[in-house]
């Protein structure tokens, strides 16, 4: 879908730049997103709203007729059951627009998502106190 979202600074922009029913569904898919981690910062990354959380979290995008989903490999592939009726890749998946938005999917891959960067980190951070030397 090409509009003026893809020079959009920031997710208000972003989803301004589409028609109204598009608007509705990209609100919803935000809001999920936000309920499901909501001390997450919001950005523009490969000018498309991201979720950023220890990491990237999730990417979402308008299309023609799709929403994309990008919650990385490890959220399709955590996932590949519940996310069998969609088309999907190594890292996103295409939620119809014909079809009712999975919110509730949305919110668990977040959440899922969420605990894995937070675990990544928490290792990250050990392990450099004890190359460090410290306790």
Do not use: C, W
């Not at 989903?69 to 959220?75: D, K, R, Y």
């Not at 890749?89 to 999917?105: E, H, I, N, T, Y």
């Not at 919110?107 to 190359?131: D, M, P, Q, S």
């Amino acid at each position: 879908m090409k509009n003026n979202a893809a020079k959009a600074a920031t997710i208000d922009a972003y989803i301004s730049g589409f028609p109204a029913e598009i608007q509705r569904i990209l609100k919803q898919v935000r809001t999920t997103i936000r309920r499901a981690a909501p001390a997450a910062r919001e950005t523009i990354s490969y000018q498309i709203p991201a979720f950023m959380s220890e990491g990237p979290l999730v990417y979402f995008a308008a299309f023609k007729n799709h929403i994309g989903f990008f919650p990385t490999a490890s959220g399709i592939r955590n996932f590949k059951k519940a996310l069998s009726a969609y088309e999907s890749a190594k890292g996103s998946v295409r939620f119809p627009l014909d079809q009712p938005m999975p919110l509730r999917l949305i919110a668990r891959i977040t959440k899922f998502r969420l605990k894995e960067n937070r675990a990544r980190a928490n290792t990250i951070r050990k392990n450099k106190h004890i190359v460090s030397g410290k306790s």
